[in-house]
């Protein structure tokens, strides 16, 4: 438990809740239920070992606060996640009712194990570590088979390792998911890129094979689009996306728009994961309250090249 004022109320409240649900009591020193309260409110606190984050908001000190929160009457406490508010309660319920509330919000044990596994993978990832970072994926997948971080983390490593029948398994699941989520999909799209240059004859050609073709005719989609999954597979990306928006440029339609939908696949796979804590400042936070001192994150040259394909993608299809 810590008190939280307008100075401190962005990094300790808004920032906070971007990894851990924040609860905020709203109470006053002369208030009778929020003496009752505030106890109920610490003991769960350490019973739930970090799984929730509780502040405090002496709402006569910080008028601002409360009034940015609406609030009429306390004790009054409001739940964040993500920087934003998705629920709460007045007056002061038994801990029996606090629980059920934290219990609607608030990851389980299991939950909070998995993301910790996640985190020590990623971390391995940016070391170079990828078998043991493969284990701490599969570790987090076992504590939490609904972690759709884990799974995407851990197919895509699978894939880049070419252990591509584990991969395969361990997507399946996601698969038939309706609807089904884009990462996913991207994850098909590349899986399949992969399966095509070791099954098919086709995959094994040399690049200037199907350069020979397309010269001789333009519209010969098929040899883009099988070239696009070798280039694919040997990561180029860039050189895949261009085969592919070539297609989708001559016949947007063409193979149930099996271009279209690769290279929506690829701009998925490409773009950069958001750093855990970072925020979309607009200048105010979920509550109102004006943020100063922000400066401007600067696009990386990936995510500047992902936009740039987006946008042709974009121009071809309109």
């Known amino acids: 438990m810590m008190d939280v004022t307008i100075q401190n109320f962005e ?12 609860l905020v009591d709203f109470w006053a020193p002369w208030c009778g239920p929020c003496k ?13 070992e970090g799984r929730f984050k509780l502040v405090k908001i002496n709402s006569d000190n910080e008028q601002q606060l409360a009034q940015a929160f609406g609030i009429k009457s306390i004790p009054t406490c409001v739940l964040l996640k993500n920087g934003q508010p998705v629920d709460g309660f007045m007056g002061a319920v038994p801990e029996g009712k606090l629980r059920e ?3 609607k919000h608030v990851p389980g044990e299991n939950e909070v194990l998995a993301e910790a596994e996640v985190e020590e993978a ?15 994926l599969m570790q987090a997948l076992e504590a939490n088979p609904e972690n759709d971080n884990a799974r995407f983390d851990l197919v895509k490593l699978l894939i880049s390792m070419g252990q591509l029948k584990t991969a395969s398994t361990v997507l399946a699941p996601c698969l038939s998911q309706i609807p089904l989520k884009l990462r996913f999909e991207a994850l098909k799209q590349w899986l399949d890129a992969w399966a095509f240059v070791t099954t098919d004859p086709m995959g094994q050609w040399p690049l200037e094979k ?57 701009l998925e796979l490409l773009t950069p994961v958001a750093p855990k804590g970072a925020a979309d400042h607009t200048g105010k936070t979920a509550g109102g309250i004006e943020l100063m001192g922000k400066s401007a994150i600067q696009e990386d040259p990936q995510a500047a090249m992902v936009s740039s394909y987006r946008r042709k993608l974009s121009m071809m299809l309109n």
Do not use: C, H
């Not at 696009?228 to 728009?257: F, P, Q, Y």
């Open 11 to 22: 990094a300790e409240v808004i920032e906070a809740s971007l990894t851990t649900p924040v």
């Open 101 to 103: 509330f934290l219990d």
């Open 122 to 136: 990623e971390a391995l990832l940016e070391s170079g570590d990828l078998e043991t970072a493969q284990a701490k």
């Open 210 to 266: 199907f350069d020979e073709l397309i010269a001789a005719n333009k519209r010969d989609f098929d040899a883009r689009y099988a070239k696009a999954r070798v280039l694919l597979a040997s990561d180029d990306w860039t050189g895949a996306m261009d085969e592919l928006l070539e297609i989708i440029m001559r016949d947007k339609k063409w193979n149930d728009e099996a271009a279209r939908k690769t290279m929506v696949g690829l």
């Open 36 to 48: 009752s309260l505030g106890p109920i409110l610490e003991k769960v606190e350490v019973a739930y």
